[in-house]
């Protein structure tokens, strides 16, 4: 079964913190994503990698940053946390093998709320 | 521009019938289609899928219709059964774009027993 796993639950952070958010997979795979998700809005998503130190821009990269230095590993980053950071953030990682599509695996979330 | 869209935020069922979950979208470049399912305080996990080069897909209790001429799909739950309530979202991804999918806003279902 393929595992991801986020560093906490429920993190609370002071406006202004610099907030780490780390994800780990064990499945070797290539991709592996970082979404927000708010209610009525869906799955939004931030950043991608598609190999280690590759790093592409999602939809809503704003105030964001990714950095991923081991191939399991996919950590994001909140500079400067504001108040609308407040959400749900999920990691999710897909391989590269397959012909139609990808599948991918979420980790449990992590829910954030920034005062 | 939301490329993928699902229309009804929230669904209601009775056990035993049939619960239909819909979702529009408009880039003709999608080729592969998913859904996925998430509960309260999970992550989404992945129930079905079906590419562009058929037009249904069926699991068990869950069949996916694709109509690409009209650029929807729709997720079919026979029977439905309470543990189904959940948040479910269609997904579409393209080969060419490094396996990114784009999810739609997520359908609320509620199975009633």
């Known amino acids: 079964d393929v595992k991801v796993t986020q560093s906490s639950r429920y993190l609370v952070k002071r406006t202004g913190e610099k907030v780490f958010l780390e994800c780990v997979q064990d499945?070797?795979?290539?991709?592996m994503f970082w979404y927000r998700q708010d209610p009525g809005l869906g799955l939004r998503l931030i950043y991608f990698s598609y190999d280690v130190k590759m790093k592409e821009k999602g939809d809503i990269p704003e105030g964001y940053s990714v950095s991923r230095e081991k191939k399991e590993r996919f950590s994001l980053i909140l500079e400067s946390a504001s108040t609308n950071q407040t959400s749900m953030y999920l990691c999710?990682?897909?391989?590269?093998?397959?012909?139609?599509?990808?599948?991918?695996?979420f980790g449990p979330g992590t829910r954030l709320l920034v005062l | 521009d939301q490329q993928v869209k699902q229309n009804s935020p929230s669904l209601s069922v009775q056990e035993g019938r049939i619960s239909i979950l819909n979702c529009d979208y408009t880039n003709s470049m999608f080729d592969y289609f998913l859904w996925y399912k998430k509960y309260p305080a999970e992550g989404p996990t992945f129930l079905i899928s079906?590419?562009?080069?058929?037009d249904k897909n069926e699991d068990g209790r869950f069949t996916v219709f694709l109509n690409k001429s009209a650029k929807h799909l729709s997720l079919h739950i026979v029977p439905s059964q309470p543990g189904d309530s959940a948040v479910y979202f269609c997904?579409?991804?393209?080969?060419?774009?490094?396996?990114?999918?784009?999810f739609g806003d997520g359908t609320t279902l509620t199975v009633k027993p």
């Open positions: 499945m070797d795979h290539e991709n």
């Open positions: 999710a990682s897909s391989s590269l093998g397959r012909v139609w599509g990808e599948t991918q695996y």
């Open positions: 997904a579409a991804s393209n080969r060419a774009n490094a396996g990114k999918s784009t």
């Open positions: 079906i590419s562009s080069i058929k």
